[in-house]
């Protein structure tokens, strides 16, 4: 990716213009700016930013591990969670039955709001706990009352919760490869074939941090999120290391689809 913004789409051309419109009247204010949500491509260009106006940058997406998070500009060298200004809300169906993703996020954004007033989205069976900004929890909470054909109820999460973070269930698991490239890494991930692996890459149906990847030797690297439409995510949670015969050890999680 280019820093000088070239060889961006459009729209992150406009992204960062706004990053950096935010880190400048962070810099000369000597204030401290706060972002909406965004995803990890968003954070990327919005530390491109904070490095252009020579300004500290931290991110904060309401739990450990969050991929949507709010980008703060602030001079300095920690920023206590509460400042970041995100609720947890915990959205329970009235019924035994699973509630997906696409349900959740489709119910909420149908009542007229942006995605980026939420962050992360992290639902399990009839359950789902909804990251959003503190501007908006007072109309979630007396607003959202369906999620696709339920009722629901609404309360604000314990804090606890939160601050354990005890929402993503990753199923780790650990094997090598002998480069991180992105076929290799999704045949491991996804239990295929290398030559199948290549295939919805083709396709594009694959995304490393929230951008499309049609690249099969696209290099990846610690922290990446790969995820397969149709088949949910998948991290390179580490590089924990080489084998015996010089191929490299991964630490991977694996999120299924709803």
Known sequence: MQQNGQ???ADEQVFLKRMADLARRASQKGIWTLSA?????????????????????????????????????ADAPDVAHDAYEIACLTVTCSVQDHMT???????????????????DLLVTGNT???????AIKPFLLSTLSRVGPHAVHVVEARESLVLQGTFENWEEHQFTVSSLRLDAFLAHAFSMSRSKAVEPIHA?????????????????????VISLRGFGRAKVIELAGTSKKGRLVIRAGRLRSN
């Open 128 to 134: 789902a706990h909804v990251f959003c900004t503190e």
């Open 204 to 224: 594009g149906l694959v995304q490393v941090n929230h951008r499309v990847r049609v690249d099969p030797a696209f290099t990846l690297r610690e922290g990446d």
């Open 7 to 9: 060889g961006l789409a």
């Open 101 to 119: 993703h696409g349900q959740v996020l489709g119910s909420i954004l149908g009542l007229g709001l942006n995605r980026d007033v939420l962050g």
């Open 37 to 73: 949500f965004g995803s990890p491509r968003e954070t990327e260009l919005a530390r491109i930013a904070a490095k252009r106006e020579s300004m500290s940058v931290h991110a904060y997406g309401g739990f450990p591990g969050a991929e949507r998070v709010r980008v703060l500009f």
